[in-house]
């Protein structure tokens, strides 16, 4: 991951009279029912710490009421924090005036909400100049730039349109391009997908990580779904009243569960659309050509395994071969290289579990799990597949393998 | 009660009136003045072309704002005026709506915008809307002939302050519908507040600020009626001597002339704010 770009410091929203006062209660030790009770004061919220690095996917995940998107407000300040810090490559958001935090909305961060908020007046394509039109960018320039901005989520030939006349989803394009137009190095998505209905929902992620695999914005995303955050966070926080229960990667939060109310809140998770190979993967028995089918044979024995994979010098996968075919070709005299099955099933590290089940049932031979110079990183077998979505993940013993693979 | 004395409220406001009218007077005149001038110039505007002519002119208009069905009924309109006699009358009256009305708009917008962005602004603002709506019409007309003595002037005072409350809420109302997310959208992409008015709060609070002006045109002209009382000239002068004198048959006619231009107005404020929304 890249360098950090936005960190948060402390950061609090207190609503009511003496929100300040407040704080200090707070790190007297005050709890928030007490604040709320003895002084009217609501904490949206809790002293949150976090760190985004550039060109990462950070969702901010929690039910109704978490405060996230307060959180998620007080980035660009369309909520003023109660107390903390806001730093955009170490700059703090709440020591700027109205002049200099106007630039970095401008230039630095944009925002996608959850009912879109286009301006019904404006069509498609003066929409999505706004951003530049405030920044007085010529007609010229903002237009072109707004129309590649148009062409990037796919809704060119619809510039004229108003906002009314279509659909949910692509309103919510309009609205995603109206973000990129300015070209910010942040994006603030604010439940952006949550007002879609679902297949439509699911489509909307698909081009959002699409785009990002173009662009390599650094993309804070708020969501209530927990599916959503795993598909495309690639880090999660997730908030409960106001306070950060957990951050870390999306295999993390499943894997270990920091208390029981994240455990709780994945417990319904389909974890084959969460897990990758690279989590099921066992380290692979191999052997190389230049060795004969005898030795072959004795490996296999001394596993108790019926495949081993063939690679070369530089660990890349070359093929596949069978006890059967080994014992064949020990009594015929043929060397490894006759018996080499070398379209054998393979599959990068990143391939999700639920793609895995095909491949694995048709299989002859173990999946092997290569990188992109197809260099051999794991094996995985069927029963593994299934292991894991019992739960039998045993991490210690994955990340060895990770490593020495 | 008895023992609390009846406070002397009447004597204090004349009072206030009389220090006004003595020591604000050369504001007055001015006033008076810049007002005079305008009803001149609209009433003026009106009666320069042969009624026929206007009335081509209006029909014109009229299909441009609302089609056929408002044309006919503003040139039929029109011509039924004419033809009673109340020309001159009908467009003295229309003169002194059309200022009044714009007076209203020009003052009534920004301060209804200023009572939406400030919560003070508001508190003070409300209830007196609600003291100048409710405190009968005529009442206004008193110190109105205090300050600028009789004739057109006062008229216009007196309508500016009853019929420009309906602007000023509306205005209010308007920018306060617009949702807080397009407000939050404006902001989020780097608005200064006077982009955000104009580029997002104003077009979009335009068809309630239009319902607004629709309604003070409306009370205008009833009170520009009303105003002949104190020596407006117009339409409202003919029914007011019409019902002194009991002529109930002219009282009528000029009534109905009221009428017809009071639709009219109506229906051409209406769908100026129609037209304007289809436009988008």
Known sequence: ?????????????????????????????????????????????????????????????????????????MLNRLIEPTSGEVLIHGQDLRKMNKSQLREVRRKTISMVFQKFALFPHRTVLENVEYGLEVQ????????????????????????????????????????????????????????????????IRRDMQDELLELQEKMKKTIVFITHDLDEALRIGDRIALMKDGELVQIGTPEEMLTQPADRYVERFIEDVDLSKVLTASRVMRRPETVTLDRGPRVALQLMRERGISNLFVIDRAKRLLGVITAEDASQALKTGASLRDI?????????PET????????????????AVVDEQERLLGVIVRGAVLGALAGEVDNKEVSEHGLHS | MDFIPKLPLADWIEAIVDWMATNLEGLFDGISDVIEAVVGFFSGLFLLPHPLLFIVIIGILAYLVGKWR??????????????????????????????????????????????AYSKTAHRIISPLLDFMQTMPAFVYLLPAV????????????????????????????GIKQVSGELAEAADAFGSTSWQK????????????????????????????????????????????????????????????????????????????????????
Do not use: C
């Open chain 1, 340 to 348: 080499l099955i070398e379209d054998g099933p393979k599959v990068p």
């Open chain 1, 1 to 73: 991951m890249g360098n950090e770009i936005l960190k948060v410091n402390r950061l609090s929203k207190l609503f009511g009279p003496g929100a300040e006062q407040g704080i200090q209660l707070l790190e007297q030790g005050y709890t928030k029912e007490r604040l709320a009770k003895e002084k009217n004061i609501m904490v949206g919220v809790n002293r949150v710490s976090l760190s985004i690095n550039e060109g990462e996917i950070f969702v901010i995940m929690g039910l109704s009421g978490s405060g996230k998107s307060t959180l998620v407000r």
């Open chain 2, 197 to 280: 008015l104009i580029k997002v709060e104003l077009p979009l609070a335009m068809p309630t600020m239009m319902a607004g002006i629709n309604q003070t045109i409306m009370l205008s002209l009833s009170m520009v009626v009303i105003a002949s009382m104190i020596g407006a000239q117009g339409i409202g002068a003919t029914v007011y001597r019409a019902v002194t004198q009991l002529k109930i048959g002219q009282g009528f006619e000029a009534g109905l002339a009221v009428v017809v231009l009071a639709i009219v107005l109506d229906r051409f404020t209406q769908n100026l704010f129609k037209s304007n929304k289809g436009r988008g």
């Open chain 2, 70 to 115: 408002l044309t006919l009924f503003t040139v039929i309109g029109f011509l039924l005026i004419d033809n009673l006699g109340y020309w001159q009358e009908t467009m003295n009256t229309l003169g002194l709506v059309i200022t009044s009305g714009l007076i209203s708009i020009v003052f009534g917008i920004p301060i209804g915008i200023w009572s």
């Open chain 2, 146 to 173: 205090t300050f600028f003595s009789l004739g057109v002037v006062p008229g216009v005072i007196a309508s500016v302050i009853f019929a420009i409350p309906p602007t000023i809420r509306l205005t209010y109302l």
């Open chain 1, 352 to 367: 999700l579990l639920n793609e895995l089940f095909e491949v694995t049932s048709s299989a002859k031979v173990p999946l």
């Open chain 1, 136 to 199: 007085k960018v010529n007609k010229a320039e903002r237009r072109e730039k707004a129309q590649k901005s148009l062409e990037l989520v796919g809704l060119k030939s619809w510039e004229h349109v108003l906002p009314d006349q279509l659909s949910g989803g692509m309103q919510q394009r309009v609205g995603l391009a109206r973000a990129l137009a300015n070209d910010p190095e942040i994006l603030l998505m604010d439940e952006a997908f949550s007002a879609l209905d679902p297949l």
